[in-house]
């Protein structure tokens, strides 16, 4: 079940809401349907992009890194953008739609680019689409209580998770036989219906109130937000793009063919942990959780760099996939538990634009340390001592108690 039998009540700060339990159902269903959809054109592209980069547009790591670190700043920043304005103008569908529609644009750009350089707008717009993740948790967080969050958000990653995996099957078959150009024209499908579903089958709520809302300052969040939100910025470093991980299966030994199989693997396994990850939040607390998911980073870190061996790269994505699927629910959850609740859009757009801040850098740095030193060890390595130092941060934070 995804909300209560019952009618309840949700505080946000001086407002009470009476939440409908088939309200709640049908708009977490929707936005579950509209994910699946929209992640399964994404992972149709995603699953074979770093080769296309590489192997077809000729970029080099260092290239990968930028393209991909502008692409993770943007979302970012259309977050931050998105969950301000959803909270001053107290309206947040028209960004959620626009948002997938974005992302199906791009990919009418991906087929007809010939040069990396020539990727980078399209990547950006694609990117920017990620404006829909704030409003659209925040939409998420209006409609549930602690009882009920993390199993919300977990249900939402699942919906995303499962989408991945299906668009990877797809790309593996079509892969054989079509060009990439040709299946990201067919990736911008499914985004299309995700666009259309959101606009009709989802009601928005009127505002609550008509305040104008003119932004928070950094010191109305308590401290352990801001603790959570260093501790997250330093992980995000770590965490760089999943296409060094592609890639440095692809230099060990994994043919090109096979990586996207990798791939696969590692959505399958995310799909299957992020619901029970957000139903662990909502029962133990999130700092076990996220506990969790740093330490299968480390182990990937730790993997990746020092094998050859198929079954332990496999692992490697395994532990990637645990990573993942407990990480983005758990993220999440946390935020919304400790964000001010009238503003909390505005907090998760905030954050994104933080952690866009830092994914720039972080694959760009990546992409920098492997080419410089001509392997993945030295990135790998740097990540696991960014993981290792977050995980201190953790055991420094505060949650609500579990009631």
């Not at 036989?177 to 928005?204: C, D, G, N, Q």
Request: aromatic share 12%; net charge positive; hydrophobic share 50%.
């Amino acid at each position: 079940m995804l909300a209560h039998r019952a009618p309840f009540v949700v505080h946000r700060g001086a407002m009470t809401v009476v939440v409908s339990p088939g309200e709640t159902k049908r708009v977490v269903r929707t936005f579950g349907v509209a994910s699946f959809l929209h992640d399964m054109g994404a992972d149709m592209v995603f699953s074979i992009w770093p080769l296309f980069l590489r192997n077809t547009l000729g970029a080099s790591m260092t290239a990968v890194g930028l393209v991909d670190g502008i692409g993770d700043a943007f979302v970012a920043l259309s977050q931050a953008v998105s969950g301000y304005y959803s909270d001053r103008l107290r309206k947040r569908k028209v960004f959620v739609w626009m948002g997938y529609l974005f992302g199906a644009i791009a990919r009418f750009g991906y087929a007809y680019a010939h040069t990396w350089q020539a990727i980078i707008p399209f990547r950006i717009l694609d990117r920017s689409g990620k404006m829909r993740g704030s409003p659209r948790d925040a939409i998420i967080a209006d409609l549930s209580t602690n009882a009920n969050r993390g199993r919300h958000f977990g249900f939402q990653r699942a919906m995303d998770n499962f989408g991945a995996v299906t668009g990877v099957l797809i790309a593996l078959v079509l892969i054989r036989f079509l060009e990439y150009r040709t299946i990201f024209l067919l990736a911008a499908i499914p985004s299309i219906l995700a666009t259309v579903l959101v606009v009709f089958a989802v009601k928005e709520r009127k505002p609550e109130h008509n305040g104008l809302f003119r932004g928070i300052r950094l010191t109305d969040l308590s401290s352990d937000l801001q603790l959570f939100i260093l501790l997250n910025a330093v992980f995000n470093i770590a965490t760089f793009s999943y296409s060094f991980l592609l890639l440095a299966a692809n230099d060990h030994g994994i043919v090109t063919a096979s990586v996207p199989v990798l791939y696969l693997l590692f959505n399958i396994v995310a799909a299957a942990t992020s619901s029970p990850a957000g139903r662990l939040v909502d029962r133990i607390g999130g700092k076990t959780v996220f506990a969790v998911s740093m330490l299968a980073w480390a182990g990937v870190a730790l993997c990746m760099p020092f094998t050859s061996n198929a079954a332990v790269i496999a692992f490697a994505f395994v532990l990637y996939g645990v990573h993942k699927g407990f990480y983005d629910p758990v993220q999440r959850s946390m935020l919304a538990e400790l964000s001010p609740p009238e503003h909390v859009a505005s907090v998760f757009g905030g954050f994104q634009l933080i952690m866009g801040a830092v994914s720039l850098p972080s694959s760009l740095l990546a992409g920098w340390l492997w080419d410089a030193s001509g392997s993945s060890t030295l990135p790998f390595l740097f990540s696991f001592v960014l993981t290792a130092l977050g995980s201190l941060l953790l055991l420094c934070i505060r949650t609500p108690k579990r009631v």
